[in-house]
């Protein structure tokens, strides 16, 4: 897919502003879509994501700065991604917002907004760069500058992100990543013990593993999934150490277990490295543990700039990182960008 810049659209003869009577154009001046069309969506760069699209001539992109925009308004109303689409075809305000009001059809799918996040995604694990990022923070630096903010007056606040994740017990953890290393293997037509390990494939092993047995049978069941660990780390050995899977599940044994002579049991405290670093649910293996103010959590955590003026406040930046990331940790890490983040927003 090619990228084609979408300018700011203007308003021709055959537009569908024309056919809105003077109320409801004195309603739209006074709407949040009119300060977002002037002040923030002409303000969107769309070159920077040219990097996500292919050179070659081919099937034009939808417009990134209408899925930038898009993405803005979806968190400012807390909607979600099908009501967003929704919003814009059969709402004049979104389409006002997006300057898409002579839009023959509205150009946002059920898809744009996730695979434009996904090519953010992949892109800044390939280059370490976030360009959705970047391109809020120009865009807070004017708003401030709108504003009149000059940005000398900042502060900061953090705040808990939790992940979409369920708790699991460390027998929960263990099987969940034997079952997904067995169903791998499964699908990946490899040999192995189906009288052993055939169980993990039926759909309701786990119910019948974790929550059909009795208590006093915790023990032995552990004990059987910690031999099934061992016989899959022979079998695996060496032979799948690219595989997400099996990456999974070795992280898994090495912060869970030990091998203690020739037998393997789960690590304790005594151990050493049961740490807030280890893995809380394979579903989200970066999300990280950490108790603050005496509650438990299983995520990230978002650290808030805000630049402050006589006229009020907005966000200039944020970082997220693993909740066990100290405040001061991610203060010293602003401190050594703020003077570049002055030189971009504020000075001329």
Known sequence: MSIRPNQSQQISFRDTFWGLTDREKKALDHSWAKVFAE???????????????????????????????????????????????????????????????????????????????????????????????????????????????????????????????????????????????????????ASFNRERFGHYLEPDDYNKVIYHSRNEDADKRMLTLLSDADELTELCNGGYDDVIEYQLFSRCMSEQTVVDGNSRRLRTREDGSMDSNIMQNPADPDATFRSKAGKEHRGYVSNLEESVGSDGSVITGYQFEKNNVSDSAMLRKYLENIEPQLRRWFLP
Not at 48 to 57: C, N, Q, W
Not at 99 to 113: A, I, R, V
Not at 149 to 172: C, F, P, Q
């Open 39 to 189: 002040e923030i969506f002409p303000n969107i760069n769309e070159e920077p994501f040219r990097v996500l699209y292919s050179e070659k001539a081919s099937r034009p992109n939808t417009p990134v700065n209408v899925i930038v925009g898009a993405l803005i308004i979806k968190e400012l109303f807390g909607i979600s991604d099908d009501e967003m689409v929704e919003n814009l075809m059969l709402d004049f305000r979104y389409q006002y917002a997006l300057h898409t009001t002579s839009f023959e059809e509205q150009p946002l799918s059920d898809k744009s907004l996730s695979r434009f996040r996904i090519r953010c995604y992949n892109y800044e694990t390939t280059h370490g760069v976030d360009l959705y990022q970047e391109c809020i923070e120009n865009l807070s630096g004017a708003i401030a500058r709108l504003m009149k903010i000059d940005g000398r007056v900042r502060r900061m606040d953090s705040t808990m992100i939790e992940a979409n994740i369920r708790k699991l017990s460390r027998m929960e953890l263990l099987y969940t990543c034997i079952a997904k290393l067995v169903k791998y293997l499964d699908k990946a037509g």
